[in-house]
């Protein structure tokens, strides 16, 4: 079923989980991210970045596909515009169908981040369209970011930005970064902070720069209270390192067999990050909102046979 990150998130507050938003731009991505939440029964994300969008996954194909996909499923989807910096492609995804939106803001000061924010908010709740902030500004890996205690989220800050934007949900920065970490580092993450930032708030928290932060981490950042856990980078070199096994053990592999198969990977590696989110078979949570909705009207008539 297709429907928004707030219903999907409101949900993961209420019964202390996570779900899992994964990074995907083609169809072996979005099927093997929806193919692993239909199969673990878990609600599930859907992350386009500016960059996927204008180099590969144009918002009028993509969009539709997304819609499909996940009206094919009983599990609930919904996708979004990852760190929506610019105008044009905030209004762009808008008008799309994109079901959420995530603004960020957070290189600039407080003050300005807010402006910015709310404006998108007040554009996409028009429209009954969620919209999630980032306070704090989650860096970069290559170059250590994490590690700048200067750059997490201020607790302190936390209810003015909420109140100010109308945010509904809300990034915080506490010890992760965006991209792929160097060889054998493991970030630290503040779990003090997630814990403290959860207990000034209801609104749903998202832990950005999951990739390569290992799998305790996860763990114990939802168990601080993190409800949105992101990984773009790490599921998409699963499945490059995945099609280049491939490759080394079968040279002349048939394009259309290293594309199934690498969705089938991508699908059992996001079931495996699903399961650390402690998503798995809340779908359930979901079905009696949308006793109406399209992909139950299937399900009767699937039952009818
Ligand atoms: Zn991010």
């Excluded at 673990?40 to 009028?60: D, F, K, S």
């Excluded at 603004?103 to 969620?130: F, W």
Aim: with cysteine; aromatic share 6%; charged share 25%.
């Amino acid at each position: 079923m297709y429907t928004d990150m707030k219903t999907i998130l409101d949900d993961a507050v209420k019964h202390h989980y996570a779900v899992l938003a994964g990074g995907a731009f083609n169809m072996e991505t979005i099927r093997g991210l929806i193919g692993a939440a239909d199969a673990e029964q878990a609600p599930v994300l859907i992350l386009l970045g500016q960059n996927m969008i204008r180099r590969h996954a144009h918002t009028e194909i993509i969009a539709p596909m997304i819609r499909e996909l996940a009206e094919e499923t009983n599990v609930p989807v919904a996708v979004l515009l990852d760190h929506g910096r610019d105008w044009d492609m905030i209004t762009q995804t808008f008008r799309a169908g994109f079901s959420s939106m995530m603004v960020d803001a957070s290189a600039y000061p407080m003050e300005e981040n807010i402006a910015r924010t709310k404006k998108v908010v007040e554009l996409c709740h028009a429209q009954g369209v969620p919209v999630e902030g980032e306070l704090g500004h989650v860096g970069a890996a290559a170059t250590l970011d994490g590690c700048d205690e200067s750059m997490y989220t201020r607790p302190e800050e936390v209810r003015e930005f909420l109140e100010a934007t109308g945010v509904d949900s809300l990034a915080i920065a506490c010890g992760t970064a965006h991209g792929k970490y160097p060889d054998g580092f493991v970030p630290t993450l503040n779990f003090e902070l997630i814990r403290k930032v959860r207990s000034m708030t209801e609104v749903p928290l998202a832990l950005h720069g999951t990739s390569g932060a290992g799998d305790d981490n996860i763990r114990k950042a939802v168990g601080a209270g993190i409800n949105k856990v992101n990984v773009a980078t790490e599921i998409f070199c699963a499945c490059r390192d995945f099609m280049k096994r491939r490759m080394e053990e079968e040279p002349e592999i048939e394009y259309l067999q290293l594309c199934v198969e690498t969705e089938q990977h991508c699908k059992e590696f996001c079931r495996h990050l699903i399961r650390l989110t402690g998503s798995s078979g809340k779908a359930e949570h979901f079905k009696r909102q949308y006793r109406f909705g399209r992909s139950v009207d299937r399900a009767l008539l699937d039952g009818a046979e």
